[in-house]
């Protein structure tokens, strides 16, 4: 049923209302097409016409695919290419009802964000970084160090300056082992720096002094001397990790993901954890609780002899 010319009416005027009015892409009208096509064959097959369609025909519908193995993203879409043709039907005074409105998807469940282990983090942040250039594999070790240390988002950490001042995002305070940074919705909080990060640094700034523009106030600049951006400290980090020998791909916020995971693991201290985080709520927070579980199940499945189970 994907040619529009075998669609029951009103489906094929509504498709070319997509496509000569709306100026929908061809990809995308093919979506509308298929999830139109599926409400065309399910009113059929119950034998309801689609100008008697009912909200808990629509539930009903939605309920199957969803027990079929359809995912909720792809459910939502359907709905949304349904509840269109009804609203635009309304639009043409052919009908009061709109069955779809009220009817949504299933939640998709939220993925777990992915963290490494502690070895994998501590192999990743004691690699010596690119090989021929101290500079640069100093700079590299810092920002590792950095994410992993004091778990800061990417954003915060290439804002961060060389030195305190009026009009700086953020910087080190190195007395006080403090990153002070600029978050999401321009919030400030600090940050303790371990003793490891802050050996870092305290390596890297003499050569980020010798590599930086004159008037260049970023803490981590390029090989050009202008401060890095996040794409930059991206593509570092992927190839540290292939050259570190890990079997996943790195990104910055992952690093993060392990900073928090692994001081939970450590502390079980959640609101510590969203203050260092800098979650304005804990909810945000839980989500590492999940990931402490599945670490200790993956400890019970490999050491308790009960844990083996058909």
Do not use: C
């Not at 981590?220 to 570092?236: E, I, K, M, N, P």
């Not at 890990?246 to 995971?261: E, G, I, Q, Y």
């Not at 201290?269 to 599945?294: M, N, P």
Request: hydrophobic share 45%; aromatic share 4%; no cysteine.
């Amino acid at each position: 049923m994907n040619d529009a010319t075998a669609l029951p009416e009103p489906l094929p005027r509504y498709l070319r209302h997509l496509e000569v009015e709306r100026r929908l892409a061809v990809r995308t009208l093919q979506t509308y097409r298929d999830a139109l096509a599926r409400l065309a064959d399910a009113a059929a097959v119950h034998g309801v016409g689609l100008d008697a369609v009912l909200p808990h025909h629509v539930r009903r519908w939605i309920a199957q695919a969803h027990r079929e193995g359809l995912a909720p993203r792809s459910l939502a879409l359907r709905l949304a290419a349904w509840r269109g043709l009804y609203r635009w039907w309304g639009e043409q005074g052919e009908l009061k009802l709109n069955p779809v409105d009220g009817v949504r998807a299933p939640k998709a469940a939220k993925p777990l964000p992915k963290a490494l282990s502690v070895d994998h983090a501590v192999a990743l942040a004691e690699h010596h970084g690119e090989r021929g250039d101290a500079r640069l594999a100093s700079r590299d070790h810092a920002i590792v160090e950095l994410l992993y240390g004091a778990g800061l988002r990417v954003g915060e950490l290439i804002g961060l300056d060389a030195r305190a001042g009026r009009d700086a995002a953020g910087w080190i305070d190195g007395a006080e082992a403090t990153a002070h940074v600029l978050g999401k919705g321009s919030k400030r909080r600090s940050v303790p720096v371990g003793r490891a990060a802050m050996q870092a640094i305290g390596a890297w700034l003499p050569h980020r002094d010798e590599l930086a523009r004159g008037g260049e106030p970023a803490l981590f600049v390029s090989r050009r001397g202008t401060r890095l951006t996040a794409s930059q400290v991206r593509a570092r980090l992927k190839a540290m990790a292939l050259a570190a020998g890990l079997p996943t791909h790195v990104h910055p916020h992952m690093l993060r993901h392990s900073f928090a995971s692994h001081l939970l693991q450590s502390s079980g201290d959640l609101r510590a954890v969203q203050e260092l985080l800098g979650h304005a709520s804990i909810a945000t927070t839980q989500i590492y609780t999940k990931l402490d579980f599945q670490h200790l199940a993956k400890v019970y499945d490999a050491a308790h002899p009960r844990a083996k189970r058909k």
